[in-house]
């Protein structure tokens, strides 16, 4: 190659690769290939950029840059940022995946304890009712124990959970990793 113009192409053609990775594999995160089109193209910029550079960028209304950006904030994936001198809002792409990565599924994780081990409360205090009830027919209050019994063991995940949040958040998990790939 002697031409500059093939530079760049190849140049574009590897980020294009990436990107289009990127954007197909964004629904784990739960966002479509659109806004993962989109984190893939800050994810190649060097510098902020604004709604508008984006929107001309990518082709897409204000509007739903503006959706695409809110929903890449929300897990992590793009940061609002400030430049002196400039009045309109900057984005940049979150570069480092293992601290979107471990942000985002922390969340998840300690959503699914906080809604479950609510429902788990709320279930106890309502079979232990049935329990200390006496005219409870003898079938409920089988079926009654058998749930209690269950959602109490089930309870001992949640706080398995609650463990690993923790080892994850506080980025001890790539610690542990490490040592256990020295071993091998």
């Known amino acids: ?109 300690q959503r699914e304890i906080s809604v479950n081990l609510e429902a788990i409360e709320e279930a106890e205090n309502k079979l232990q009712i049935l329990l200390n009830d006496e005219d409870v027919p003898e079938e409920i209050t089988v079926k009654a124990k058998r749930n209690l019994a269950q959602i109490i063991e089930s309870k001992h995940y949640y706080h398995f959970l609650k463990k690993v949040v923790k080892v994850f958040d506080d980025r001890r998990i790539i610690d542990i990793l490490n040592e256990e790939l020295a071993k091998e």
């Not at 966002?31 to 989109?38: A, C």
């Not at 893939?40 to 204000?62: I, R, W």
Request: proline share 3%; with cysteine; hydrophobic share 40%.
């Open 1 to 109: 190659m002697s031409d500059v113009q093939e530079y760049h192409d190849l140049l574009k053609e590897a980020e294009d690769v990436v990107v289009s990775a990127l954007a197909d594999t964004m629904d784990l995160y739960g966002v479509t290939p659109s806004v993962g089109r989109l984190y893939g193209m800050l994810y190649f910029m060097d510098e902020p950029v604004t709604l508008d550079q984006m929107s001309e960028e990518l082709g897409m209304s204000k509007p739903t840059m503006s959706t695409s950006i809110r929903s890449l904030q929300n897990i992590d994936m793009v940061h609002k940022v400030w430049k002196k001198g400039v009045r309109k809002d900057l984005y940049e792409a979150e570069k480092d995946f293992s601290k979107s990565f471990f942000s985002f599924f922390c969340k998840k994780w």
